[in-house]
């Protein structure tokens, strides 16, 4: 069966650090895979998504840059975080008519 | 483009009571349409679906209609219990595209009291 991960499951970084975020989704092959980001009291809003290695597509400019450097891992990275990057960040994939969302990463930036 | 517009929450109700959580949607084509729950601290799970007109969507004693001539999917459960407190999105997928994401309502928070 097909699982997906996402680490960490918490963090809280200074402003202007950097940040990684890591999703990987298994028993599955050349998945669409999915960032969003949901801010306090409001809903998801889509970041990025990829239909395959290399490719990305960015749905708001904002401070963040997404990775998709193997099949079935995908990176959600910023240079210097802003105060505004605080929320939990859900990786996502699709198969068929549904898409499938890991556990999620809170991030406090302070 | 696409969008779905749902009830804004909070939400508080007595558990055995009726629930209904409205949502609406804008789209062309026929969009399949979700429900998704989350629960505290987790990540978003699927409720239920409908990919085409008429179709009914249930589980865990939720259902849902897919209405094209109201362009709605409302939520709704006969008798809450204070487990089903969560937060509650309306999501559409568009017919066509690449990459075919979802377009997520803004949830709606819901607390059942016992």
């Known amino acids: 069966s097909q699982t997906i991960h996402q680490w960490p499951a918490t963090l809280v970084q200074p402003v202007g650090s950097p940040l990684s975020l890591e999703c990987t989704v298994e028993?599955?092959?050349?998945?669409?895979l999915y960032w969003y980001r949901q801010a306090a009291g409001r809903g998801l809003q889509l970041l990025f998504y990829?239909?395959?290695?290399?490719?990305i597509s960015s749905e708001v400019p904002q401070n963040l840059s997404a990775s998709r450097p193997q099949d079935r891992q995908f990176i959600l990275s910023s240079k210097k975080l802003l105060l505004s990057d605080s929320g939990f960040y859900l990786c996502?994939?699709?198969?068929?008519?549904?898409?499938?969302f890991g556990p999620g990463t809170r991030l406090t930036v302070l | 483009g696409d969008s779905v517009t749902q009830m804004e929450g909070p939400v508080t109700l007595s558990e055995e009571a009726f629930l209904t959580i409205n949502c609406t949607y804008t789209?062309?084509?026929?969009?399949?349409l979700f429900w998704y729950v989350q629960y505290p601290g987790e990540g978003l799970q699927l409720l239920l679906k409908?990919?085409?007109?008429?179709d009914k969507g249930s589980n865990k004693g939720f259902e849902a209609t897919y209405r094209k001539e109201t362009t709605s999917f409302h939520l709704e459960k006969g008798s809450v219990q204070v487990s089903d407190s969560a937060v509650y999105f309306c999501?559409?997928?568009?017919?066509?595209?690449?990459?075919?994401?979802?377009?997520f309502g803004s949830g709606t928070q819901l607390t059942v009291l016992p």
């Open positions: 409908a990919t085409k007109a008429d």
């Open positions: 990829s239909v395959g290695i290399g490719q």
């Open positions: 999501a559409l997928r568009a017919s066509s595209g690449s990459a075919r994401q979802l377009t």
């Open positions: 028993g599955t092959s050349n998945p669409n």
């Open positions: 789209a062309t084509g026929y969009p399949s």
């Open positions: 996502a994939w699709q198969a068929e008519s549904e898409q499938f």
